[in-house]
């Protein structure tokens, strides 16, 4: 019995190490730092894609909030960190011409630094994938690739939704 | 000549004001306030409508954000307040399978107080109209009739979207 209490006392004792442990900082996306609290971050816009059937909120760091309230992105001033916070698309229960967030596909970062990142276009890109924050490892190409596109506008394809 | 010089020290002096009068707070909505600086409030979810053709945020106050992160939502705590921000939805012009946010429609929100809104199934509900903000006045009934398929959801039809 003696040594059951022991056990427990040290299960106990534990506990908090195990908490912190299992939810440590994930690690570096293409040499980039991990933007931790990204989750309450503000939002500059939403998108909707058919063609992989994601839906999307597009959050922004206080530099790259006010840019976007202010319209100066193009370019997006130095400091700016853009977030596409992906989900697979789901019909919603309750209304089914409505779709919402379903499983979570991963958080893609732009980090704006016309010093650090000037062989990327500017921006540093980084991706963390799944609920467990993984970190993509594959090159800032795959990233640049999809987004040549929008070359022309700092390569960015959102533009900050309409607000009052 | 001195005329026009007192004219032009009036406009000048005037032009305070003016600035302070074109943005004032919008009036309340079924004699509720308008809840300033939700534009900067965090992510709850996202949703897309294809009846009525709307991509939307959906944004909470500190309370509702504590609450969808803890999944404390049915019933959602008194002081939480959803903000459902609507947007017709738009074809990106540089990826043709993706919409975003267009014109900007209207902004909607529910104030938990399972005291003060008693009568209206403990939420007081609320929308202001365009960015010029204009006040709903319709009653809150418009917003509860429609709500009613998710009153067993403390009737909100959002599902805290999946996080990190």
Redesign the interface.
Known sequence: MKCLVKLASVAIALTPFAVVASDPTPGTSHGIAYPIGW?????I???????NKT???V?GNDTA?KAA?SGETNPWPDGAIIGK?V?K?TE?K??K????????VH?EFMFKDSNKYSDTYNWGWAR?V????KPFQKGSQVCTTCHT??KN?DWV???P????
């Open positions: 989750q309450n971050w503000s939002t816009a939403v998108s909707h894609r058919t063609d839906i999307r909120a959050l909030i309230r916070v989900w698309d919603l309750d209304w011409t409505a779709t919402a967030p379903g499983k979570f958080a963390w799944g609920l467990d924050q596109p929008v506008r394809f959102t533009d939704a309409s607000l009052p």
